[in-house]
C-alpha cells in the first residue's frame, strides 16, 4: 500500500491549510487513519485520528478546535483542516493506516505510513 501526503507549505500565524492523504495499491480493512508531525529535534507526535467505518475522531489537546479530520471513504483519502495555525504547528506531516484496534496516539501501532508534507507557520 502506498500513502501520499500532500497539501503542506509556508502559510504566516493564523492562516490555514489543508492536508490530503490518499491511499492506493493493496485494498484490506482499516480500522483508522492518522495524522501526526515531528518538528525538527523533537520526536514523532499524535495529532488527531479518525476510525474509517464509523468517522469518530480523536485529536490532541493543542490542536482541538483548530484541525479537523475527515474522510472521504469512496475515494479512500483523509484529510487534515488545519486553521489558525500558529509557529509551533510547523512540522512535517506524516499520514498512517492502522489495520487494527487499539491506542490512538501510539505511533508503534500504526501499519503503514505516507513520507510527510512540511507545514511551516510564519510569525
Known amino acids: 500500500v502506498q500513502l501520499q501526503a500532500s497539501g503542506g507549505g509556508l502559510v504566516q500565524a493564523g492562516g490555514f491549510l489543508r492536508l490530503s492523504c490518499a491511499a492506493s495499491g493493496r485494498t484490506f480493512s482499516t480500522y483508522a487513519r492518522g495524522w501526526f508531525r515531528q518538528a525538527p529535534g523533537k520526536e514523532r507526535e499524535f495529532v488527531a485520528a479518525?476510525?474509517?467505518?464509523?468517522?469518530?475522531?480523536v485529536y490532541t489537546d493543542s490542536v482541538k478546535g483548530r484541525f479537523a479530520i475527515s474522510r472521504d471513504y469512496a475515494k479512500s483519502t483523509m484529510y487534515l483542516q488545519m486553521n489558525s495555525l500558529k509557529p509551533e504547528d510547523t512540522a512535517v506531516y506524516y499520514c498512517a493506516i492502522r489495520r487494527f484496534s487499539g491506542a490512538f496516539s501510539t505511533p508503534d501501532q500504526y501499519d503503514y505510513w505516507g513520507r510527510g508534507t512540511q507545514v511551516t507557520v510564519s510569525s
Open positions: 479518525i476510525e474509517w467505518t464509523t468517522s469518530n475522531t
